[in-house]
């Protein structure tokens, strides 16, 4: 016999499609949301209509906004001159976060892939490439993962950005704070070593 409701059993399922949440986490979501005032649901419900009409990609870096251009590239406080790639929208909240970025970005939405059938078509490289080609990008900053398709990434957009007259960086990465340098991994390091910065001392 099953004691579920079936309206309960279609949310949990709904709920269990979003990526990291299992089965358990779904049904203790979906219970959760049963025992709040039926206002409540409704109001999410209403949300996550609104979401897909309410939202856009921005013309210039296509981030998530609801304007275009998005906030970042409207803000005439960013350098529009420095452009940092990014894969995803999680990895510029990340880095906003910081506070420590000035300029604006470009996402691609995804990474080199072949095995997947992810190449530079899939993702917005095209785009990249031509907002270099016009001249008012002086830098490019890529802060894609460390991961092998990441680096791949990485690896492809310096080889195409070759011979543009634009600055080319790489997301410096390397030893965290409070972390013993002996229990670092071997690429870890050697990151580490090869973005080493010039104290300025003698």
Known sequence: MDVVPPALARLIEDLHRLPGIGRKTATRLALHIL???????????????????AIHLCRNCFAFSEKDPCVI????????????????????????KTGAFKGQYHLLHGVLSPMDGIGPEE??????????????????LIATSSTV??????????SRLQGM??????????????????????????????SRMDTGKP
């Open 35 to 53: 025992r709040r005032p039926a206002a409540e649901a409704r109001d999410l419900a209403r949300d996550l209509v609104d979401l897909h009409g």
């Open 73 to 96: 590239c409207g803000d005439p406080g960013r350098d529009p001159a420095l452009v940092c790639v990014v894969e995803e929208p999680a990895d510029l909240m990340a880095i906003e």
């Open 123 to 140: 993702i917005r490289i095209g785009a990249l490439l031509s907002r270099v080609k016009k001249g008012t990008v002086a830098e490019v």
């Open 149 to 158: 398709p990441g680096e791949a990434t990485a690896a492809y957009l310096i």
């Open 165 to 194: 007259q634009v600055k080319v960086t790489r997301l410096a990465c390397g030893i965290p704070m409070g972390m013993d340098i002996k229990y670092a991994d071997d690429v870890t390091l050697a990151r580490a070593i090869e």
